[in-house]
């Protein structure tokens, strides 16, 4: 399960969101509506896992690249069948959605420790980034594999758990000193 | 003697002094509007009659009130506005037949002005103008207009009558099970109709006059004390806000009061039916009515209405909302859907359908995209041509239609016979949308998704799809957001989106226009069977509420 491998570095880009906890109507809910959001993904996730397990068996599924993609492969319905056209569509879709919410994460981010007024001018500029990044990131699937066998986890933790982590103790002392 | 030397005039200057002189003949004196009558009847007489120019409709009707030296009167009234027989019953009759006392004979040339309002005219409403623009105005909507030598007012008598459509079934909207009363054009009719059926004297018709020639009439209905004021006061500024110089359908007015023109979706809700507006206006809504225009508009409009038609209370078949869902996504979503299938993925088709898919398709000379594109666009085609005709002909387009696009296409391999059945279940689907103007959207917005479906495939449709659903949340109508209350969540609520329970369960109005009285209807209304061996006391049930 190779890739698997990469999956805490996947969740905790939870992190990300907390970007928008000033934005929100009502902040005061939002821990309650994390945790639970985060219950329910995860059953879910534990629940295709359970499935791909049960169909192919354990062995199978970690040699696989995409277990997912392969699971929609077999499913056979009489109209429809192979549906991971759809299960890539939906991929995709929400792919985007989350480049979106990271992406405007980013620029907000940016545009506080710049200290501007507003993050607009800043969001054609960064898209660039963003477009040459998406394009080099990973040469192949050899690559992705090894991505994410050996550095998602380190990497990603640095950013999304250490790095808050220790704005988090920062924040704590600077709030004893007050 | 040497004229002074001065810069000569550029030639458009010229044309343009010209231009303006000879405008300013034919410019209407809007001065005279302002003035005040004087006491002398002969200048008021003329005066009004030049600010109305040489009109073939006004009509002038000139006689003297019996007594020692005769009192002049000159009516003037527009033809065609009034009724000629109430002119004679209020105004002539009692002027010309009414014998006057010695007292008031007496009385008269002083204070004939006086006694004609008092005690000659026999309308319910006279009304006093005192400037010209007063009384033009007054004349306009069907007033006649009384001058009485030697007073410096004017007296305006309410003859209005005119050709009036009658009150009739609504076309657009025409139900199996429900009120068969419409709007119609004229907007004391169309108020009463609302009255009759919100029977409290909160309800309040309150009048903006739109429109610098047209001065058409604006209605802003509400019942007070139940629609949120802030609601109310955001509609009235944006109507008065536009300055325009007319108004002729509510269809001007939505554009004017409208929070976003940059999408297909409706965010105001329009109606024939008097009962669709006063179920608005029980649940906090404000409606707009517009003289001259039987259809009404309703503000605010979330996206779950627009599935939503009035005949769902009165005819219990409540599994037709969950058909109008189905509906509204394979209207939207079909054709792309089938274009991306057999263009992208035909993995995903069965080897035996695709097989005869292929058949079918063997003869088309056209990708599958611009196969769908082409009968889409005929389909439109054949639609628009059906609504403008004459009736009789739009049924012959619609045979024709059937035949060309059903049969003959096909036979000549031009489609494929299962694109046909797409297109025409699409088609059915649209005109499952209760709201015309929503079904117009849905079709504008199935040409995006099919191009995204032919370019792109299934991960276009997708895309298009989060693409509207962003769209969609990023909507406000009046304040409100469009998906409420799916996306800012109100769970009591859903109950009358994708399903309609029975009424006693919907005991709140909808939360988010923030009604002053939350309340609809006493709770737990649910009908039970009677309870054995206890007999109900009578006065029970309104003991709680």
Redesign the interface.
């Known amino acids: 399960m190779s890739i698997e491998k990469g999956r805490i570095s996947f969740y905790s880009q939870g992190i990300v969101l907390t970007m928008f906890l000033p934005y929100l109507h009502r902040p005061e809910g939002a821990p309650w509506i994390v945790v639970a959001s985060s219950v329910l993904l995860g059953i879910a996730i534990l629940l295709s896992i359970l499935g791909m397990i049960a169909f192919f068996g354990a062995e199978e599924t970690s040699r696989m690249m995409f277990p997912a993609f392969e699971f929609a492969k077999a499913v ?1 319905l ?6 991971e ?2 299960v ?3 991929w ?3 792919t ?2 989350k480049v979106m919410v990271i992406y405007y994460s980013g620029i907000l981010a940016f545009a506080y420790s710049l200290n501007l007024q507003d993050y607009r001018p800043l969001v054609l500029p960064i898209s660039l980034f963003l477009v040459v990044l998406s394009a080099s990131m990973f040469a192949d699937t050899t690559h992705l594999r090894e991505f994410m066998a050996h550095y998602a986890n380190p990497y990603g933790s640095t950013f999304q758990v250490g790095i808050p982590l220790l704005l988090y103790i920062l924040a704590l002392f600077r709030r004893k000193d007050r | 003697m040497f004229r002074k030397p001065c810069k000569p005039s550029k030639l458009s200057d010229l044309k343009e002094r010209k231009l303006r002189k000879r405008m300013e003949k034919v410019q209407p004196q809007t001065a005279v509007l302002e003035e005040p009558f004087s006491a002398d009847i002969e200048t008021n007489v003329r005066k009004f009659q030049r600010i109305f120019g040489n009109t073939g409709d006004l009509s002038r009707r000139d006689f003297l009130l019996e007594g020692e030296q005769g009192v002049e009167v000159v009516l003037f009234y527009i033809d065609g506005l009034v009724d000629k027989g109430a002119i004679s019953e209020v105004v002539l009759k009692p002027f010309l037949f009414h014998n006057l006392d010695e007292e008031e004979k007496r009385l008269l040339p002083g204070n004939a002005y006086q006694l004609i309002k008092t005690s000659l005219i026999t309308s319910a409403e006279v009304k006093e103008a005192e400037k010209f623009s007063e009384l033009v105005d007054l004349v306009l909507v069907g007033h006649v207009a009384v001058f009485v030598e030697g007073s410096e007012k004017v007296l305006a008598v309410d003859v209005k009558g005119w050709k009036d459509r009658g009150v009739e079934e609504p076309e657009s909207e025409a139900f199996i099970r429900g009120p068969r009363e419409g709007f119609t054009e004229t907007l004391r009719t169309n108020t009463a109709l609302i009255r009759r059926r919100i029977k409290t004297p909160n309800l309040e018709f309150n009048t903006i006059t739109v429109g610098e020639y047209t001065k058409t009439d604006v209605c802003v209905v509400y019942i007070r004390g139940l629609t949120n004021p802030d609601i109310v006061r955001e509609v009235e500024s944006r109507i008065r806000r536009i300055k325009t110089d007319g108004i002729l359908e509510s269809g001007y007015l939505e554009d004017f009061i409208e929070d976003d023109y940059k999408t297909p979706f409706v965010l105001v809700d329009r109606t024939e039916r008097p009962d669709k507006v006063a179920a608005g206006l029980l649940e906090g809504k404000v409606a707009i009515l517009v003289d001259g225009t039987p259809f009404a508009l309703i503000v605010p409009v979330v996206f779950g209405e627009i599935l939503q038609s009035a005949e769902d209370y009165y005819e219990g078949n409540d599994y037709i909302r969950p058909i109008r869902w189905i509906a509204l996504l394979v209207a939207l979503f079909l054709p792309s859907f089938y274009v991306a299938l057999t263009t992208f993925h035909q993995e995903m088709i069965p080897p035996g359908l695709a097989l005869s898919m292929a058949a079918g398709r063997e003869g088309v000379p056209v990708p599958a995209a611009v196969e769908a594109f082409m009968m889409e666009i005929t389909f439109d085609f054949l639609r628009e041509a059906g609504i403008r005709m004459p009736r009789p002909v739009g049924q012959a387009i619609g045979i024709l239609g059937a035949v060309v696009i059903g049969q003959a296409a096909v036979a000549a391999g031009v489609v494929s016979p299962i694109m046909v059945i797409v297109v025409s279940l699409t088609a059915i689907c649209s005109f499952l949308i209760p709201n015309y103007s929503a079904s117009v959207a849905i079709r504008f917005l199935r040409y995006i998704m099919l191009l995204l479906g032919g370019v792109l495939g299934l991960v276009g449709v997708f895309w298009g799809m989060m693409m509207l659903l962003l769209h969609l949340a990023s909507l406000r109508s009046f304040g409100i957001p469009y998906l409420y209350p799916v996306a800012p969540m109100v769970s009591r609520e859903l109950r009358d989106i994708f399903v309609r329970t029975p009424w006693w369960t919907m005991d709140e109005r909808p939360r988010l226009l923030r009604t002053s009285d939350q309340r609809r209807q006493a709770p737990g209304q649910r009908p039970r069977p009677p309870q054995s061996g206890r007999r109900r006391k009578s006065g029970e049930d309104q003991d709680e509420y």
């Open positions: 056979r009489s109209v429809v069948e192979r549906i056209a759809f890539v569509g939906i995709v879709a929400t985007g959605l």
